[in-house]
Nanobody
């Protein structure tokens, strides 16, 4: 498995931007598909975006298409989530996850970070 640590969360006004980073330990990072999930209080954890090991395939939830961008730098063992035009409904704890093969469902990912809080004020 790979160990994951997220950073970059915080408080931002609606319409603003944040970039989340997820640093992975382990020399096999480049073989993992990566995903970003989020969970608001009282709600289930849902996928936000996912990216294949090469970066050649990406997936976005409908709610973030056109606003969020997932990317990865395998040389730095890091995956990013650029979030633009943020809305109050984007407020949640954001989690980074790693899984073997490419997938977008919760059960596909076997390694998880501790989460980082994103709060968007109106």
């Amino acid at each position: 498995q790979v160990q994951l640590v997220e950073s970059g969360g915080g408080l931002v006004q609606a319409g603003g931007s944040l970039r989340l980073s997820c640093a992975a330990s382990g020399r096999t990072f480049s073989s993992y598909a990566m995903g970003w999930f989020r969970q608001a209080p009282g709600k289930r954890r849902d996928v936000v975006a996912a990216i294949s090991w090469s970066g050649g395939s990406t997936y976005y939830a409908d709610s973030v298409k056109g606003r969020f961008t997932i990317s990865r730098d395998n040389a730095k063992n890091t995956v990013y989530l650029q979030m633009n035009s943020l809305k109050p409904e984007d407020t949640a704890v954001y989690y980074c996850a790693a899984g073997e093969g490419y997938g977008t469902t919760l059960s596909h990912f076997s390694s998880w970070g501790q989460g980082t809080q994103v709060t968007v004020s109106s």
